[in-house]
């Protein structure tokens, strides 16, 4: 195959990079990224779309074009609250939030950054008021 | 039902809020099953769920604490128990589903737990307070016990996104659940159309992005409040903090948002079941719910 010519995003992402990085999501999200034919069904139903960065739909294309470093740096995958909406109305049945979830814990395993959420920022007024199941869920998914 | 006479026992699982901020989702869960003849026996050494289902294939190390408290249902000879919490249910469902599926994982599981002397093998049922009420108990017995009907009370039901998604865990239609509309019509209420009612609150950004749940409290307390809801209930009480205490933030988002008070479906039972106020817990909302009770006579002006 002739890779490495005119497409601009294999350009972006050689497929000796793109490889293993599309496997390990593929293997922790136990998902298939290319049954994705890009419909769009999931950013239509996102109710979290409205402050995200990269679509859901686009961080499936993103994915399997194998561009780690614009998921990594994106915002989108800690907006994702895994409430399973672009799950139930896949078309193709593709579980889009548990490569969320993948690309989530790639973020924190990799160290590239910090954990998303840092309990010191947020003041002991407030943690006072929030109730033991936010908190509990925002460390869960926030932090390493 | 068998026995009418002889209360059924029902293992309980409260989790963690119920016994802190959601002090009224559980006295009122309790008292109300006791009218319906049901002894909710909340069950010993329970721990946390983890509130939130590892969606990462490898991540088994977060199955062990709902799988956990699977075992301890076990350990009491129960084969289910109840939780009214949403998000314990959902939580503790998934896992279930998921060690049941694979026999590894419950594997890795049970040698992590080496030191109970039983193993989990996948034979405890999850059950919702909602499906054991419209499958066990059935919303005709339960109308018979109404002694307060729910008159003229114009009720959003709110289900969020752990009773409904994903499939494997629903109890209900995912787009378009009814139980909770049947129950109230069954203490007596009217239940309204309710466009937002499977929608996302925003869940835990309530801690680092509340702006973010501000927004979603105007868009779907907003959509109640067209219905003309006299209040909205919910089953989870991550759901009720963000929907009752993110109001002030949503009215500062937006000036037009209308307040209205968040209660659980199990306050309306007790209300309705005429069980003692101390069972309500009224005091421990943001949106104080007893204006709107009192304009239509359920409670005392007082």
């Not at chain 1, 593709?94 to 395993?109: K, Q, S, V």
């Not at chain 2, 946390?48 to 956990?68: N, Y």
Request: one cysteine or more; proline letters at 5%; aromatic letters at 6%.
């Amino acid at each position: 195959m002739a890779i490495t010519t005119s497409s601009t995003t294999m350009r972006n992402s050689p497929l000796q990079k793109r490889g293993p990085f599309v496997a390990k999501v593929e293997k922790i999200a136990g998902q298939k990224l290319l049954a994705c034919y890009q419909c769009g069904k999931c950013s239509a139903g996102c109710p979290m779309a409205a402050y995200m960065d990269v679509l859901p739909n686009q961080i499936i294309r993103l994915a399997q074009l194998g561009m780690q470093e614009q998921l990594m740096a994106s915002g989108a995958i800690w907006t994702c609250v895994s409430c399973m909406t672009c799950n139930s109305r896949c078309p193709k049945g593709i579980r889009i939030a548990e490569i969320i979830e993948a690309l989530r814990g790639m973020a924190i395993g990799l160290r590239r950054r910090d954990d998303h959420l840092d309990i010191r920022d947020i003041s002991l007024e407030t943690r006072g008021v929030l109730p033991p199941i936010a908190l509990i869920s925002a460390m869960r998914k926030q932090t390493s | 039902m068998a026995g009418e006479s002889k209360p059924m026992k029902l293992m309980y699982y409260p989790g963690c809020t119920l016994k802190n901020h959601a002090r009224n989702f559980d006295v009122s869960t309790v008292s109300s099953m006791a009218e319906l003849d049901v002894e909710v026996e909340e069950m010993a050494r329970w721990n946390c769920c983890g509130t939130v289902h590892a969606l990462a294939s490898d991540d088994i190390m977060h199955r062990v604490a709902p799988v956990t408290n699977l075992l301890r249902v076990k350990e009491a000879n129960a084969s289910e128990f109840m939780t009214s919490c949403a998000m314990c249910y959902n939580t503790l469902k998934r896992a279930n589903i998921d060690v049941r599926k694979r026999a590894s994982a419950l594997e890795s599981i049970n040698k992590f737990m080496y030191l109970d002397k039983i193993k989990y093998e996948g034979d405890v049922d999850v059950l919702h307070l909602l499906e054991y009420l419209r499958d066990r108990v059935g919303f005709d017995k339960l109308a018979a016990k109404v002694k307060k009907p729910l008159a003229g009370l114009r009720v959003a039901c709110y289900y969020g996104c752990l009773l409904v998604r994903p499939k494997e865990v629903a109890f209900d239609d995912a787009e378009n659940p009814t139980v909770m509309e049947n129950l109230v019509v069954a203490l007596g209420g009217t239940p309204v159309p309710f466009a937002q009612k499977t929608e996302c609150c925003g869940a835990y950004h309530t801690v680092g992005n509340p702006e973010i749940i501000a927004d979603r409290t105007d868009k779907i307390m907003g959509s109640a409040h067209e219905e003309q809801a006299d209040l909205v209930v919910v089953s989870c009480p991550l759901c009720a903090f963000n929907l009752d205490f993110r109001q002030a933030d949503a009215k500062r988002l937006n000036p037009e948002f209308h307040h209205l008070p968040v209660l659980y479906f199990t306050q309306l039972m007790a209300l309705a079941f005429g069980c003692d106020e101390s069972a309500l817990r009224f005091d421990l909302h943001h949106i104080d719910p007893l204006p709107v009770l009192a304009a239509r006579g359920l409670m005392g002006s007082a």
